[in-house]
């Protein structure tokens, strides 16, 4: 075919009259040299027309599909380069033909995050991200964060902040120090575009409010859904969700298909992508630290009760099984992120403050006016932190009295036990490949393992071992998570045997754990 340049050329010249599909098979039966060619010339008159800042060009969200399409021609793909965005490659929506495509991908997204990050360092005005974000925003993290950071890492290295780290601070690294650094780093940073990519595309602003089109509509209606205790009940009063009878004849555990109408169901995975108030769980530590079973876990944690969709997803959890304290919370599962084999067998216990705001929350009244309620609840409680907080440091005896005395009426604490635990996922189109598998342990010679299916509900009694594996490449794991209690007075142990299936020899751990620290 004479040298590659020029066979090159001419294949790129004759490439407008093939289909994709032989135009794959002739650059497959070319060599390395003559196919790299083509596809350069192939690509040379698609170049991105997209101007960005000279700091903000590896912004990964704001790659329109020309200038993806340009930066994916230099990952040497052995597969065809799908017509996608930068926002496409960060959510997990880009679909590449070939494994060994998707890790040069991810490569490529992890040198141009941690690249981000040393642009902003140098940027007169480098980007600023919504206050939300900033926790993982590297270059704006000051002295203790990156204290922190680099603990969690097992590094120590002087005192620096984190444009520091990004430029200069590095040669207080060892050359191993340094690629590990940089490694995690660019994971911080995939991150925090994932996070800039799904707060830019997602219809859901802050609250309860919404953009206007089809995306409100059809939230709207989702949420009409919930707050219609009449439909909720229709729903529910079926076989294929009367729980009881499920966990009956599963022996214990039970899986929902289809736990919600197909239309909720993508509310509430909008609702979680959306949600801002995540805090982290479990880093680089352990629950129950003095328990012999003690979790090792890392994942995302927040409250459902300050979102009217996920307040009104966790109310139908709820009545599967009515008279009991429910306990449901939303969790989100980054790369690596995982939780090792626990049974949840773990007391809780509230004040009597706490349980009467959590009835009034999966109460009758509209999920709106709930979810009100909590969040000036939690305002309030923040509120009197503050001010005890700020008496302790005046060392105003009189003060303190006072503050402590404005909580007591709430310091009362009830013993709960988990009764049966349940995870509601809502992954769209996840594969077994994406890890975040929920494995039931309960027979260790034979586990089972249960991808995180969208809108699927597993149930499982307590106690009963399991786990989660950890969650690989980009796209995040939501799901819904919790328990049904019990309340664990001798009183109502002696009134209520509620055991569906069997009860339990094990002896019950004597410590309160903090509540909502382990998600399936």
């Known amino acids: 075919m004479g040298n590659g340049a020029s066979a090159a050329a001419g294949l790129a010249a004759a490439a407008g009259k093939m289909d994709e599909k032989e135009l794959k098979d002739v650059v497959a039966a070319l060599d390395k040299d003559t196919a790299d060619k083509l596809r350069k010339a192939l690509g040379a008159g698609e170049e991105s027309k997209q101007t960005l800042p000279e700091h903000m060009k590896c912004a990964i969200w704001l790659w329109d599909a020309a200038l993806t399409k340009q930066e994916l021609g230099k990952c040497d793909l052995e597969g065809g380069i799908p017509d996608i965005t930068g926002k496409d490659i960060l959510l997990g929506s880009a679909k590449f033909e070939k494994t060994s495509d998707q890790e040069k991908v991810d490569s490529m997204v992890k040198k141009t995050c941690l690249q981000f990050f040393q642009d902003q360092c140098a940027a007169e005005k480098p980007y600023e991200p919504p206050a939300d974000l900033k926790r993982r925003c590297v270059y704006l993290w000051d002295i203790p964060a990156v204290e922190e950071f680099l603990s969690e890492i097992s590094i120590k290295a002087a005192a620096m902040g984190g444009k520091m780290m990004l430029t200069d601070g590095q040669v207080n690294f060892t050359s191993s120090e340094q690629e590990k650094v940089k490694d995690v780093l660019g994971n911080v940073g995939r991150m925090f575009m994932q996070d800039v990519a799904e707060m830019t595309r997602s219809p859901r602003v802050a609250g309860v409010v919404y953009n206007w089109g089809l995306a409100s509509i059809q939230m709207d209606a989702a949420l009409r859904w919930l707050d219609d205790d009449t439909a909720v009940r229709s729903w529910l009063d079926c076989s294929e969700r009367n729980l009881p009878e499920l966990l ?36 680089g530590g352990c629950d129950d630290l003095e328990y012999e079973d003690r979790v090792r876990h890392r994942f995302w944690i927040a409250d459902v009760e300050g979102d009217e969709i996920l307040l009104g997803a966790a109310r139908v959890l709820a009545r599967l099984l009515p008279d009991t304290l429910p306990n449901f919370s939303a969790a989100r599962y980054d790369g690596a992120d995982h939780i090792a084999a626990h049974d ?13 705001q959590v009835r009034q929350a999966f109460g009758s009244r509209s999920l709106q006016s709930a979810v009100e309620v909590w969040k000036n609840w939690k305002d309030s409680e923040k509120q009197h ?48 490949s994406f890890g975040g598998q929920f494995t039931d342990l309960s027979n260790p010679s034979m586990p089972s393992h249960h991808v ?26 939501y799901s819904l998570f919790g328990w049904w209690l019990l309340e664990d007075t001798p009183r109502c142990r002696k009134r209520t045997k509620r055991k569906l299936v069997s009860g339990s020899s094990r002896p019950r751990k004597t410590k309160t754990a903090s509540l909502r620290q382990a998600a399936s």
């Open 248 to 283: 009956k004849s599963g022996g214990g555990f039970a899986k929902i298909r289809g736990f919600l109408p197909e239309n909720v169901a993508e509310a509430v995975c909008t609702s979680l992508r959306g949600l801002r108030s995540w805090e982290r769980a479990g880093e």
């Open 385 to 432: 932190a503050s001010q005890l907080e700020a008496a302790l440091q005046s060392e105003d005896l009189a003060a303190v009295r006072q503050a402590v005395a404005a909580g007591a009426k709430a310091s009362e604490s009830v013993p709960y036990r988990r009764w049966v635990a349940a995870a509601y996922y809502l992954n769209k189109d996840w594969e077994a």
């Open 452 to 477: 995180p299916e969208f809108n699927t509900l597993v149930v499982f009694e307590v106690p009963r071992l399991h786990s989660v594996e950890a969650v690989h490449g980009a796209r995040a794991r």
């Open 344 to 356: 949840d067998l773990v007391p809780e216990a509230y004040t009597t403050e706490e349980v009467s």
